[in-house]
């Protein structure tokens, strides 16, 4: 039995191990609670929940995703081993364009009062 996860590129070690951080969702982390389903478990913030680490070669990656922050969907079997790994651009960029909406909005000047 395999389950799915969001799985984001933390890091390449020695440009041969990649380390996956999976999340629980199943999703880019954009979408919402859907009513009428189990709410998903996000933190405060709104993100989805690391939930474990997996370390695969990083040749087993789509060649387009052999990066820091890519945004994999990815099918774990139950003992840890990477079924499948597809590459999600469209999610990468919308985590990129969040994070930089984030850092503006906290950057910006608080009014003197």
């Known amino acids: 039995m395999s389950e799915p996860y969001?799985?984001?590129?933390?890091?390449?070690?020695?440009?041969e191990q990649a380390v996956l951080l999976l999340e629980d969702d199943g999703d880019d982390g954009a979408a919402e609670n859907v009513p009428g389903e189990e709410p998903r478990d996000r933190t405060e913030?709104?993100?989805p929940t690391v939930v474990d680490?997996?370390?695969?070669?990083?040749?087993?990656?789509?060649?387009e995703g052999r990066h820091e922050g890519a945004v994999?969907?990815?099918?774990v079997e139950?003992?840890?081993?990477?079924?499948?790994?597809t590459y999600r651009a469209d999610a990468e960029g919308a985590r990129r364009e969040s994070a930089r909406e984030r850092f503006d909005?906290?950057?910006?000047?608080l009014p003197d009062e």
């Not at 969001?6 to 440009?15: A, P």
């Not at 680490?53 to 060649?63: M, R, W």
């Not at 909005?105 to 000047?109: A, F, I, P, Y």
């Open 45 to 47: 913030a709104g993100r």
């Open 72 to 75: 994999f969907d990815v099918r």
């Open 105 to 109: 909005r906290l950057s910006e000047r």
């Open 53 to 63: 680490e997996l370390v695969v070669g990083v040749d087993t990656l789509p060649a």
């Open 6 to 15: 969001t799985g984001v590129l933390d890091r390449i070690v020695d440009g």
């Open 78 to 85: 139950t003992d840890g081993t990477l079924l499948e790994a």
